[in-house]
């Protein structure tokens, strides 16, 4: 299940940036689960990685190497090479330098990210075996592939692109990731692959990232499960005719972190449409908070409330649920009798309680869409923020029951 | 669905606290549903309250009354009057008015209490009417009436009892609770009701009950969702013949002290059984943690993660998602390489990954039973906890997509 028609976005080729695919069989055999990309030389390299302690062999490396000039990703899907310890440390070193063997680079210039079940060794002769093939598949035409090679419980595979206008020059990005379960805010949440064919210096590279996913990786949460295994990196190749971006003030850089930011938004949000069993997309949206992280508090906690998502999977209007969760996301001194609460423009909450408006049937006919906003105004302060997140339903219980069968 | 067997508790009855019940139809006419309990003059009486800043309209009321001498509960299930605004106040106030006119009380020595659905108004007229009956009712003998009227989702009806001796004489210790769903530590989060004979200051019994409360119920989670709701009384009516327990030095407190802290325990143990389509039990045991938060954080995080919880419903020993939901526990500095974490006594994790002695097919021997130990050792300080947690099945969320229906 997902939320919303699917749509197979047009993805734009980024000039000086490379993709290649094929079939390691990892975890099945019917579909390509390994991915090269490949930046031309010259080009820059930003990356987000999980703030989970247990983070994955690969998450090690990829951090080690980010610094390296890096030119080449490796990633594979179907297993997380997690919870692996020494052996998966050696295990995602070998996949680096087996890329290197075959492109003529160095191991340290090789990125590895792996995303699918925790705690079992990296096939990795199987990857060894499959590699040339992917290598040979490079070309700036194949991100359609790659976006449905680094799925796993995805149902849907996920991608955006936008071309910005920079002095007459246009500027491209590109993006895919993968994630449907063990999602939540804490940095990037999710495998994440977005190249820009712009011009910038490395450091301007990883402040428009880091921006850009905050505001929408680590706004979207299915499970409150942060994965041992996300990461978010964007390449630039400088292959864009457009003059390089110099200054985080220019109008140039302005524009530029737009378009990331809008590819990551749509990418984020194509997560939350695909989260595990979802058949509701609600975005949280709360107002007039405090300071941004208390608005991302208060959104957070009702978008993990297990009671309200099972409401909204009933397209049951139990609002008292949403005002539980508001209640105790730990707002200090919260004065009740200000706050609002709307779904889908109905108000639900006034006063300190039940809206004297609200009628039953105004709420059944808000919590019936695929869609619904949860606004949330805490008529306190100036600050606002979005948290996506999807229903918990039947099959959220069955997907991961089954996980692993 | 609940873990293990159902037992009906021995209640002992406590001289000078009187119980009564009457079935006054607020959700079903086919059960009791109001509860007056009432306390012999020159008790004593004790409370810890929901930090849900959405409090329910009883809880503010039975706030204020507290420190009233209060000597009358009044107690209904099937609707929380919680997010009912001024309304749910007055109507708050009308129930110990009603209480205080057959006793010949005060308002303010009534504390009320309601259970069950959030946001619709309390049927005052329902209740008035079998208000009289309660009180009729009162007895030292009906603990397990009372046990059962205050059920909501509940499946099994919740008591405990325990005798100390003090200098050759019996104190008695008797408790009821209800909660299966919104529970999550954070005070009280269910509905409890303990009383004693034994006979000691205000002050002390608080003392007594706060940290009862605090080793118990707020150490079981089934969903992360703190209640509007929650309180936890503790009577205490001085008719043993025990002497007065003086001081909380005294040995005497200290046999108090742990007899509360046992019945408050065996009521939250099964409250965690009786955790909404609850399947298993799991204990999530944290030692060696820098201190008590840290070690209640970790412990809490395992316990919330819907990964976690799924697995375990499937018996599954998907060990990778235990250590993942460690990993973002949020321990600063934490070396995954001292972590070792064992799932009834088989050892999954150290070194930072899979222990090598690991076998699927003792794993999947482990997660078998219906109650299951999660041992997890941090390796770096001396302070634990338990918190006890239930799976999420199916019928969790059937039950919480159906509640209202």
Known sequence: MAVGVAKTPELLPIAGVRVGTACAGIKRTTRDDLVVFELAEGGSMAATFTRNAFCAAP???AKEHLGQAPRWLVVNSGNANAGTG?????????S??????????AANQVLPFSTGV???YLPLEKIALALPEAVADLSENHWHKAMTAIMTTDTRPK???RAVDID???????????????????????????ATDARLPQPLLQQALSRAVELSFNRVTVDGDTSTND????LASGYSSAPAITSADSPHYAAFAAAVEAVCKELAEAIARDGEGATKLMRIQVAKAEDEAEAHQVANTVALSPLVKTAFFA????????????GRAGCDNLDIERITIDLNGVRIVENGGRAPSYTEEAGVAAMAPEEIVVAIDLGRGDSACEVLTCDFSFDYVKINAEYRT
Do not use: F
Not at 86 to 94: F, P
Not at 96 to 105: D, E, I, K, P, R
């Open 59 to 61: 998450v090690t490396v």
């Open 231 to 234: 990461a978010c990196v964007l």
């Open 315 to 326: 397209s049951d209007p139990n609002w008292g649920r949403i005002l539980a969760a508001v």
């Open 159 to 161: 991608g955006a692109s």
């Open 96 to 105: 680096c330098q087996a890329v290197a063997a075959l492109t003529g680079g």
């Open 118 to 120: 925790i705690g079992e």
């Open 86 to 94: 020494a052996r998966g440390m050696e295990h995602a070193r070998a």
């Open 168 to 194: 007459g020059h246009t500027v491209t990005v590109t993006g895919i990731a993968k994630g449907s379960g063990m999602i939540h805010p804490n940095m990037a949440t999710m495998l994440g692959y977005v």
